[in-house]
């Protein structure tokens, strides 16, 4: 600028020594300075007139939008001067940036409308939101963030941040922010911070504001019912000179979305209350249907019934929902329940009372069928004309025809199968699995001396003493074990007198099928045993004492036998002798290992010995009564050695007696055959005879002690019914079985089962 200019002089308070030249620029605002310029070099290059916007600095230091036209005066190619003219256009400029920041910002705010309109989920407004606002600020980050009042921390619910920079989700306490930001949320204002650094020191929240790196924040408060409840925050990682506008917008933004939010809360509320209503109604039918029941609702002010479809066709009233007087379903109440049903109803709807029922009745349909129906009633009361009334009620009903009658025939059998232990003459009880006595008939007690109450929770200990409790008790779990009923014979001391039971004993089972007692039922046999004891005495005494006379009688035939010159005759009442004598023996020999088996005093030496060696020796022995009958005898033994572990003079005694047995009830020429076979772990011995047989009602009692099988042979063989007794009982103490297999007229087969011994 060449000529001296007042009226920029007084605008802009420039010297004309200050402005002459380009000094003029230096009032012009340094981020316009260098286009201003560039407007100015182009219209001199060009030679035309040109027109610019700028800012320029007025005297008191404020900058003023100006609007400068000028035309450059050339004197042949060289430039003489400028004309023109600068006018404040701040006004005017101002308004424009206004209406174009306000388009702006209702563009931004329609953006954030279309985008959160559609949303139903809180998390995703907030999301969308703070990603939109953030980016229209060009922000570091923008988070949302619930208040817990009871800690006063803060949970950032959503957290957008720009690429780069990294998210802030998590808790913290507001307090750690300074007491500034606490003070202005917690009763709602705006935080503003245009640099942390400079407007707050380290110990009143610069600190934790650079620890998550934020430099310069908006952040409004959302408080509700005097407390702070929410928060939305515009984070800058740099300082940053935020504009009113800028605060202004975050704070509607804000707002809307806390609008917004809050109206997507309350939907959400509604719908999920809507749902759980759907949800709770569902499971009212369905709950409803399960428990069979029908329903009616009663009006009492207009005295008719609105029943359900279910109840009318319980009622045989129609196959729909109806609505009756209320005479209508008293009319269906059986005759002889009717006066109290209606009874029951005049208490129900008495206003003093609480206004429900619970009654059986009986309902007589018109098809002559009669239902028991079990019905709750609840009455609601209303003030009606200014007194308290019944106004409606509500009515669930139950057809329970088929369990009252299964619980009537239930207790029926109850109370038959109390009367029967109750009075049955032996004795009946049942311990749980700890030993405690749960159940006991007269019987017991009156043996025990003992009331009802008494014996409920007594144990056997208390009853019979520790030592003999223990036995009583391992019979028990025994049961218990093997899940099955098992006979067994106990002996006690009761009252200090010695008692002997024979009991039944077998397990009891809960509805989920496990074990939960043992029941049982118990005989007093102490006579009987004590019978037995005696009988076993005499048995022994007479054996020993029959054997006494033998040996003389032995002595004497073995004489007879030296003497050569016997008569015929003599000599044949001498044969007879020797073999009734041998037939003596053997039956006091048995009687003598009856005795011992009997008082548990027979002794067995046990050692592994060859099946072939038994077999072998029981042969020698039955040899003379087998060739007597002139039977043939078979044996068919394996090749293989089979071992077993037993007392070899007893297991040969086994099969000598099958051997003989068959042998006396089969006819003269008979067959006998002598078998064996090895069965996994056992060998399995059989004695087959083509005899007469066994008839079925005598195969039950053939291993019965002095049990004989009549048989229409000659008797002259005949014995005492030991025999097969007495094998069984040497066979179960080597562990193993005895079986029988017969049929009348052909002939029978005993089977012996012994354990084989492994291989080394």
């Keep these: 600028m060449a000529l001296s200019n007042a009226s920029w002089g007084a605008f802009t308070g420039q010297s004309s020594g200050k402005y002459r030249g380009r000094g003029w620029l230096a009032a012009v605002h340094p981020e316009d300075r260098e286009s201003v310029a560039l407007v100015w070099r182009t219209a001199a290059q060009t030679k035309e007139q040109f027109e ?13 939008n100006v609007r400068a036209q000028g035309t450059p005066l050339f004197q042949g190619s060289e430039l003489q001067a400028w004309v023109g003219v600068c006018i404040d256009v701040t006004s005017a400029r101002e308004m424009e940036l206004a209406s174009r920041r306000s388009e702006l910002r209702f563009r931004f705010l329609d953006q954030v409308g279309q985008a959160t309109r559609a949303l139903t989920d809180a998390g995703e407004v907030m999301q969308v939101t703070a990603r939109l606002l953030g980016e229209y600020l060009g922000a570091s980050r923008c988070a949302y963030a619930d208040v817990d009042p009871a800690s006063n921390r803060f949970i950032i619910r959503s957290d957008w941040a720009a690429s780069g920079i990294d998210s802030s989700a998590g808790s913290y306490s507001l307090e750690a922010f300074g007491p500034k930001a606490t003070m202005l949320l917690g009763r709602g204002d705006c935080l503003v911070l245009r640099d942390v650094d400079a407007e707050l020191g380290d110990n009143a929240g610069a600190r934790m504001f650079n620890a998550i790196g934020v430099k310069a924040i908006i952040c409004a408060g959302l408080v509700k019912d005097g407390r702070l409840q929410a928060m939305m925050a515009i984070h800058q990682a740099q300082p940053r000179n935020w504009s009113e506008q800028e605060v202004a917008l975050v704070q509607e933004v804000v ?31 369905m709950g409803i249907q399960a428990a069979g029941l029908v329903m009616a609702e009663i009006d009492y002010r207009s005295d008719v019934n609105h029943i359900s479809a279910e109840l009318a066709r319980l009622l045989e009233l129609g196959d729909g929902a109806i609505v009756v007087p209320r005479s209508a379903i008293f009319d269906r109440i059986h005759p002889q329940d009717r006066e109290r049903y209606l009874q029951a ?48 009620g509500i009515c669930a009903a139950r057809d329970v025809t088929a369990e009252l009658m299964a619980e009537r025939r239930l207790q029926e059998a109850q109370r038959l199968a109390e009367s029967v232990i109750e009075g049955a003459g032996a004795l009946v009880y049942a311990k749980d699995l700890q030993g405690r006595y749960i159940l006991s008939n007269q019987a017991w007690r009156e043996l025990l001396g003992f009331t009802f109450e008494q014996v409920q929770g007594l144990t056997d200990e208390k ?27 106990e002996r006690v001391v009761l009252r200090g007198k010695r008692v002997t039971f024979r009991s039944s004993k077998f397990p009891l089972y809960d509805e989920s099928g496990e074990i939960y007692a043992v029941c049982g039922v118990s005989t007093d046999i102490t006579d009987v045993a004590e019978a037995d004891r005696r009988k076993d005495e005499f048995i022994a005494t007479l054996a020993h004492e029959l054997r006494n006379p033998l040996a003389p009688i032995r002595n004497a035939l073995e004489i007879l036998k030296l003497t050569a010159a016997l008569p015929p005759s003599a000599a044949r009442m001498r044969d007879i002798m020797d073999r ?47 060739d007597a009958a002139a039977h043939m005898l078979a044996v068919d033994l394996p090749a293989q050695p089979i071992m077993i572990e037993g007392d070899l003079t007893r297991l040969a005694q086994v099969v000598s007696n099958l051997l003989n047995n068959a042998a006396k009830y089969t006819p003269p020429s008979g067959r006998i055959e002598l078998a064996a076979r ?73 089977t012996l089962r012994l354990p084989v011994l492994a291989s080394p």
């Design 52 to 64: 610019t916007t700028y800012r320029l600095r007025r005297h008191d230091g404020e900058y003023r």
């Design 255 to 285: 707002e809307r979305c806390w609008t917004h939010i809050e109206r997507v809360r309350d939907i959400s509320q509604r719908q999920n209350a809507l749902a759980e209503l759907q949800a709770s109604r569902l499971k009212l039918e």
């Design 345 to 392: 109803i005049a208490r129900t709807t008495d206003p003093a009372s609480h206004g429900h029922l619970a009654v059986d009745v009986r309902v007589l349909l018109p098809s002559g069928v009669v239902r028991w129906l079990h019905i709750r009633l609840q009455v609601i009361f209303s003030l009606i004309d200014g007194q308290l009334q019944p106004d409606r």
């Design 463 to 489: 009853i019979y003493g520790a030592r003999a409790a223990a036995a009583v008790r391992e019979n028990d779990l025994k049961v218990a074990r093997a899940g099955q009923r098992l006979l067994m014979e």
């Design 580 to 626: 009734q004598l041998t037939h003596m023996v053997r039956l006091v020999d048995d009687l003598l290992d009856v005795s011992r088996i009997t008082r548990d005093k027979l002794e067995m030496k046990i050692r592994p010995v060859a099946l072939q060696e038994i077999v072998e020796h029981a042969v020698e022995a039955s040899r003379p009564v087998i």
């Design 678 to 750: 090895v069965d996994g772990a056992e060998v399995a011995v059989t004695v087959t005879d083509n005899g007469s047989g066994i008839s079925e009602e005598m195969l039950a009692h053939v291993f019965d002690l002095f049990s004989q099988v009549d048989r229409t042979i000659d008797r002259s063989q005949g014995g005492l019914g030991i025999g097969l007794w007495l094998v069984k009982k040497l066979v179960e103490l080597h562990r193993g079985r005895l079986e029988v297999h017969s049929e009348p007229g052909r002939g029978s087969t005993f």
